[in-house]
Nanobody
Framework: QVQLVESGGGLVQAGGSLRLSCATS????????MGWFRQAPGKEREFVAA????????SYADSVKGRFTISRDYAKNTVYLQMNSLKTKDTAVYYC????????????????WGQGTEVTVSS
């Protein structure tokens, strides 16, 4: 079993930055590929970024490439999403995700989800 707890959301102006954190726990949580999804009001949840278990491979949605960076700190059992040059369309609840493979995360999402952290980007 893997537990995920997100933090770091908030209100930011367009063009600003935020860093989201996802604290993981569980016996084998460090071996899971991890990812971030988001769900804007009235829209379906969508993939944002993913990182494999050893940090050697990452994947991003086209809408965030060049602006967002996913990383993980094994010593802290934490996955981060650094978000720069934020736009109003980035406003959403952001969810941390863990799954069996990177491919699963980048498509349907893995089996484990956090409770979400809200990001609001104002114009």
């Amino acid at each position: 079993q893997v537990q995920l707890v997100e933090s770091g959301g908030g209100l930011v102006q367009a063009g600003g930055s935020l860093r989201l954190s996802c604290a993981t726990s569980g016996r084998t949580s460090s071996r899971y590929p991890m990812g971030w999804f988001r769900q804007a009001p009235g829209k379906e949840r969508e993939f944002v970024a993913a990182i494999n278990w050893n940090g050697g491979s990452t994947s991003y949605a086209d809408s965030v490439k060049g602006r967002f960076t996913i990383s993980r700190d094994y010593a802290k059992n934490t996955v981060y999403l650094q978000m720069n040059s934020l736009k109003t369309k980035d406003t959403a609840v952001y969810y941390c995700n863990a799954g069996a493979t990177l491919e699963i995360i980048t498509t349907t999402g893995g089996s484990y989800w956090g409770q979400g952290t809200e990001v609001t980007v104002s114009s």
